[in-house]
């Protein structure tokens, strides 16, 4: 399986609504990442975990909170957003250590998220 | 923190011309320099990297080049087609850092008309 893959494929929540984004690989990468994608822009990092353990927060608002249960398996729990939050959320994972050609970041197709 | 700068912002070109897209990067630790294609409504696809170790590197129509003395690589896109058309992003990472942080560029629209 080289596939990283993302549920659910679109997501519309009210302001007060909490909901869960996932994402899972099962390539045996144990660095797993979130992006923000707002349209016509790159991606933006939201968050880093290493070998299951978070290592990069890019100052993200604490309505936004990730979880790596398992090293297959990435969360977002999201709680108390707001409409600018409407975006694109892109997983990525990749093998660590990094060596030789193992540099690159596997995305999936990403959430697609309205906040109404 | 590292920085990158893309250009152009969309770059439109007929079927079997080149393209080139260019970044600069301010980070001198950066060491890992990879382009996304980006295709509507899909998720971001490693089309070529290069490290900082190697000044050129091609594949098929694609080739890339990095220039580390004045922190700047660019894209090449050889013989276009249809297909090509999408969003390319550039970014910039160091390896070995905590993460491996990728910093994109702004991106670059191509539209290959026939």
């Known amino acids: 399986d080289t596939e990283v893959t993302q549920t659910p494929k679109h997501l519309v929540m009210g302001m007060t609504n909490k909901k869960s984004l996932k994402c899972e690989q099962h390539m045996g990468h144990r660095a797993m990442y979130w992006y923000k994608q707002k349209a016509k822009k790159p991606p933006e990092l939201m968050f880093v975990y290493s070998y299951e353990k978070l290592s990069i927060n890019e100052s993200v608002p604490s309505r936004f909170s990730p979880e790596c249960p398992n090293s297959s398996l990435l969360n977002l729990h999201l709680h108390a957003l707001q409409p600018e939050d409407s975006a694109l959320y892109l997983c990525?994972?990749?093998?660590?250590?990094?060596?030789?050609?193992?540099?690159?970041?596997?995305f999936g197709p990403g959430t697609r998220l309205t906040v109404l | 923190g590292e920085n990158v700068e893309q250009h152009p912002s969309t770059l439109s070109v007929q079927e079997g011309d080149s393209a080139v897209i260019k970044c600069t990067y301010s980070d001198s630790a950066s060491n890992y320099f990879p382009w996304y294609k980006q295709e509507l409504g899909k998720r971001p696809q490693l089309i070529i990297d290069i490290r900082s170790n190697v000044g050129e590197k091609k594949d098929q129509r694609i080739a890339v080049t990095l220039n580390k003395t004045a922190k700047h690589f660019s894209l090449h896109i050889t013989e276009t087609q249809p297909e090509d058309s999408a969003v390319y992003f550039c970014a910039a990472s160091s390896i070995g850092a905590a993460g491996n942080k990728l910093t994109f560029g702004g991106g670059t629209r191509v539209l290959v008309k026939p």
């Open positions: 990525a994972s990749r093998q660590v250590p990094s060596s030789g050609r193992y540099n690159e970041q596997f």
